[in-house]
Structure formats: structure tokens, C-alpha cells
């Protein structure tokens, strides 16, 4: 095991691991949204669920941020094994590629609100009246 493998495998690992928990996360979600007909229900698994994947992506960006450093910090060093640091840097981007895509995807049961658009909420629990 390598310097910087030991100082950024376990990060890269958690970015991915973040990704493969906001994926089962919306499909749980999906599972929920379509068997519950229920509002109030599906308001409930959907605020639940933006708890589990906002702590995920969370943990998956702390992670990066981590992974980064420790890749920055090693191109800085003159023993730096060039292959290594490359090896390094595309397997975190590709864990960060399928976070952001695993986020894009959860990302499509929540509607974007538009200045042109009502607010949608009206009339749901917790929501306010202006």
C-alpha cells in the first residue's frame, strides 16, 4: 500500500459508499411515494428521505474535501509517483461523477420552484400561509 493510497483510498471508498446510499435511498423512496396515496404519508418519506440523503451526500462531500487534500499534498511531494497520484485523482472523480449523478436522480422529487410558479406547498402539513 502506497503513501497516498493510505491517505486517500479510505475517503475515495466513503465518497462511493455515499453515492450507493442516496441511490437506495431514492429507491426506497420511489417504493414509498408510489405505494402510499396518502399526502400527508408521502410528505413524510419524502422529508425522511432529504434527512438520509442530505447526510450522505454530506459525509460524500467531507470525504472529497479530505481525498483532495491528501492528493494535493502528495502531487507537492518530490518522491510523488505520477501513476499514482492519476490512479488517485480518476478514482475519486469517478466516485464524485456518480455521487452527483446519484444526487441528480433523487434530485427529480423535489420540483424546482419558479418566481412564475405558485407555491405548491399551500395547503400541505407545515406548511405556512402568507
Same mark, same amino acid.
Given at each position: /500500500?502506497?503513501?497516498?493510497?493510505?491517505?486517500?483510498?479510505?475517503?475515495?471508498? $466513503?465518497? #462511493?459508499?455515499?453515492?450507493?446510499?442516496?441511490?437506495?435511498?431514492?429507491?426506497?423512496?420511489?417504493?414509498?411515494? $408510489?405505494?402510499?396515496?396518502?399526502?400527508?404519508?408521502? &410528505?413524510?418519506? !419524502?422529508?425522511?428521505?432529504? %434527512?438520509?440523503?442530505?447526510?450522505? $451526500?454530506? #459525509? %460524500?462531500?467531507?470525504?472529497? *474535501?479530505?481525498?483532495?487534500?491528501?492528493? *494535493?499534498?502528495?502531487?507537492?511531494?518530490?518522491?510523488?509517483?505520477?501513476?499514482?497520484? *492519476?490512479?488517485?485523482?480518476?478514482?475519486? *472523480?469517478?466516485?464524485?461523477?456518480? /455521487? !452527483?449523478?446519484? &444526487?441528480?436522480?433523487? +434530485?427529480?422529487?423535489?420540483?424546482?420552484?419558479? $418566481? #412564475?410558479?405558485? #407555491?405548491?406547498?399551500? +395547503? !400541505?402539513?407545515?406548511?405556512?400561509?402568507?
Amino acid at each position: /500500500m502506497t503513501r497516498l493510497s493510505r491517505r486517500s483510498a479510505h475517503d475515495i471508498r $466513503a465518497v #462511493d459508499r455515499a453515492a450507493t446510499r442516496i441511490e437506495e435511498q431514492s429507491v426506497i423512496l420511489e417504493r414509498h411515494l $408510489a405505494a402510499e396515496g396518502r399526502a400527508e404519508e408521502q &410528505l413524510r418519506h !419524502l422529508r425522511h428521505a432529504t %434527512g438520509l440523503i442530505t447526510r450522505s $451526500a454530506n #459525509d %460524500g462531500v467531507q470525504a472529497y *474535501r479530505r481525498a483532495s487534500v491528501a492528493i *494535493r499534498a502528495e502531487t507537492e511531494r518530490e518522491d510523488a509517483d505520477p501513476d499514482e497520484v *492519476r490512479r488517485a485523482t480518476e478514482e475519486l *472523480r469517478t466516485a464524485r461523477a456518480r /455521487m !452527483l449523478a446519484a &444526487l441528480e436522480v433523487a +434530485g427529480r422529487h423535489y420540483p424546482a420552484a419558479t $418566481a #412564475d410558479e405558485p #407555491d405548491d406547498r399551500a +395547503g !400541505l402539513p407545515g406548511a405556512s400561509a402568507e
